[in-house]
């Protein structure tokens, strides 16, 4: 298994833990979450973060329980789908992007999406820059959807398939 961390930053030597700039509801127990950690995403959903920072977006992909039907209809012949408005393509297309490989002894996962988090500071084994990243989708098997707004994509969370939104404060009309 390899787990990565994106940035735009390439000077990045050493990861140390720290607090999410904006907390987000968790829940009861779960709290630590917005405490100081270093985030890692496992490799079969790196696609997750093939976008600038602030960049809103919603990924969706099949589960075990994901209907034949919601799967031809949303994902046809692929394994997943990250929609973005656009807006945000240009600074999608232009953007120039650092995958660091982690090391992944101190991490644990979250059992949530292909995230996981380390407490302690942590040092890559490694990087990659990425110059093209449209084109970084297709060989993952994602499609990436350009639409006028992700509000009407709401109801993705009503389906049968997975659905993860992030930066969504970002989006239009949100």
Known sequence: MRLFHFSDDSTITT??????????????GMEWLNGPLVWAIEEPLDFMYLFPRDCPR??????????????????GGHR???????EWYPEVADATLHRYDLPTDSFEPLLDAGMWVSRSTVIPLGRD?????????????????????????KSLWGTTLH???????????W
């Open 163 to 173: 659905a993860s939104g992030i930066r969504l404060r970002n989006a239009q009309a």
């Open 80 to 86: 997943a789908a990250a929609y973005i408005e656009r």
């Open 129 to 153: 820059t990425l110059c093209d990243v449209p084109s970084a989708f297709a060989p993952r098997g994602v499609d990436l959807r350009v639409v006028d707004s992700l509000l009407p994509l």
């Open 15 to 28: 990861f140390t833990p720290r607090s999410v700039l904006v907390p987000s509801q968790r829940a009861p």
């Open 58 to 75: 919603i990924l969706i992909w099949a589960t075990n329980q994901t209907h034949d039907a919601e799967r031809l209809r949303w994902l």
